[in-house]
Every structure is written in C-alpha cells, then in structure tokens.
C-alpha cells in the first residue's frame, strides 16, 4: 500500500459535470490516483474518459459491468485502489484548490480510526442537507418528517444539521454524506466496505452507522467546501426515488430490530406514504406535460406507469 490517496468516484449518466469533478481531483496535491467506476455512460462519454486516462496515468477506469449500484460500485474501486487512503467523491463535486492536502492535515491530528466529511455546498454557496447529519434511527426519522422538534424543542433532534451555524473547526458528527467522505483504506476493509444490499442512497448511512459501532469517529470539516451539483445523473427520478424508499427500510429492518414492532411498522408506513405523495406528483406532471407537449412525452404515462407498478421487493 503506497502512500498518498486513491479517489473513488462511481459514474452513471453523469454528463458533461463529469469532466468538471475529473479536472478538480487531478489538480490535487496528494492524489495517487483516480479510479472512475463506469456504471453506465454513454459511449461519447466513455470515449472522453478513456482519451483522458490515456494522458494522466493517474487515471484510471474500470468499465464493463453495467449498473451495479453506487455501493457495489464503491467496493469495485476501493478493491482496486493503492493508496494509503480513501476519498469517495460524488462525480458531480468539485473540489476546491488544495482539498486534499488540507483534508489530510486534520487527519492528522486524530487517532484512528477517522472518517472526514466536507462542507457540500449549492452553486449560490449555500450549504445543503446530508454534509452533518444525527444518526438516522425511527426517532429521528420521525422528528424529521413531523418537525417534531419545532413542536417539542429539546425533546427531539432533526436527522439534517445544516440549519445550525457552521462551525469555524471540525466537529464531530454521527454521519456525514457519501458524496464526499475519506478514511484510510485498512479502516474501510475493516468492517468490509459498503453493503452491497443497498443499490443507491442510504449506503453511506449505514456505513457511518457500523464505523462508529467499530469504534470510529467521524468529523465534519467545514474549512473545505465541495461544490455539489446534485441532480445531474440521467436515472429517472421516481427510479431514484424508488431505491431511496427501499434504503431507508433496508436501514431500519437490519439496524434498529430491536425497535418496537409498533413504532417500526409507523415509520415505514410514513416511508411509503412519502413515496407515494412523490410518485403521484411525478405522474401528475407526467400527464399535464403530455397534455402541454403530447409528441415531446409520448410513452411517458406508461413509463412511469410501468416503474411504479412492477414490483421491485
């Protein structure tokens, strides 16, 4: 294991952005290498990337094996990774001069083992959800939906951290954003990577859950910001969506069985519910587009008819 740090960064659809997330890690000092998994890019995309990996050997792609899934993805780059450590990047973030460099001198300052997290900010600067996060467990999913803690300050604590201020220096935190997130290689193998079971999002919950279970801790570094375009894969929203709704239940059923049967079938039940108020506002404009531009969205009813309808437990 060489030193200096292997990125990750997981590809489907991802556009143009791509380039822009490409262009920000290989300006970094510190960087061993950047391992592009392709889940899924059109082939002019595909093209782009091979042509720039055959100019900075420090790129590196691996192709080939269709949509696997954000986690299996992970684990398909972190396998073939060198570094000393680990940066998992979103491949629409890009990151700010000196990142890694500033990253690995918090580092550090802690004892193993340590996950880092950074400030994922919006184009207008401002901070977005999921950077800082209180650990998700059916109490706080419940205040976050119902803003229990406006209603009962003290009593209940929100999931998203973002409101608060933010902080002049590292912090600890329960979960930080798999967009973003490095550790050391030995530490992530540890507790065996991501869990394939989750296909895309909820993944870097549950592995800040079992990191601090092993004994880690995890810090918030507001003094980096990464820019996050979000939103820029080609996946349809309600497929999003979808596994969304599957990961949250994934989470709750293997991590928190102990929770009263009770309170757990009220949780996924507001789980779904929420998939549903989601689903029927993407049909809606589903058809009042059709109505509007009815050559633009042809089969478009029957596409969304068809994701929400074949089941997919």
């Known amino acids: ?6 990125t990750i960064m997981v590809s489907y659809h991802t556009g ?11 300006a970094q000092d510190a960087l061993r290498e ?3 998994v392709d889940n899924g890019n059109p082939d002019s995309i595909l093209r782009e990337i091979h ?8 790129l590196v792609v691996i192709s080939g094996h269709g949509n696997v899934g954000f986690a299996a993805g992970c ?9 000393s450590f680990l940066l998992f990047l979103n491949p629409d973030c890009r990151l700010p001069p ?9 580092a550090a300052r802690r004892p193993r083992p340590w996950m880092l997290g950074c400030r994922l900010v919006n184009p207008d600067g401002s901070e977005q959800r999921g950077a800082r996060r209180e650990m998700l467990t059916p109490r706080t999913a419940l205040a976050e939906v119902c803003r229990l803690d406006r209603l009962m300050p003290g009593r209940f604590t929100r999931v998203n951290l973002n409101d608060l201020p933010v902080p002049r220096h590292a912090i600890s935190v329960p979960v930080i954003s798999g967009a973003c997130m490095i550790l050391p290689t030995a530490d992530y193998w540890r507790i065996g990577g991501m869990d394939e079971g989750y296909f895309l999002h909820v993944e870097d919950i549950d592995f800040c859950h079992r990191f601090r279970a092993a004994g880690g801790e995890i810090f918030f570094v507001p003094q980096v910001s990464v820019l996050h375009h ?34 757990r079938a009220v949780v996924n039940a507001g789980i779904l519910a929420r998939f549903a108020v989601i689903t029927a506002g993407i049909v809606t404009t589903a058809f009042i587009n059709r109505l ?13 008819f068809l994701c929400v309808s074949v089941p997919l437990w």
Not at 1 to 6: F, I, K, P, Y
């Open 51 to 58: 042509r720039r990996a055959d100019l900075d050997p420090r």
């Open 292 to 304: 509007r531009e009815p050559q633009r969205h042809r089969g478009t009813e029957l596409g969304v």
């Open 1 to 6: 294991m060489e030193a200096g740090v292997s």
């Open 98 to 106: 000196n990142a890694l460099p500033t990253l690995l001198a918090e």
């Open 230 to 263: 979000k939103g820029t894969s080609g996946a349809g929203r309600l497929t999003v969506e979808w596994h969304k709704t599957r990961g949250f239940m994934r989470h709750f059923r293997k991590n928190f069985d102990g929770t009263p049967t009770a309170y």
């Open 75 to 83: 684990n398909l780059g972190a396998r073939r990774a060198g570094g």
């Open 34 to 36: 950047l391992i592009l």
């Open 16 to 26: 143009a952005v791509l380039f822009e997330a490409i262009e920000g890690v290989l």
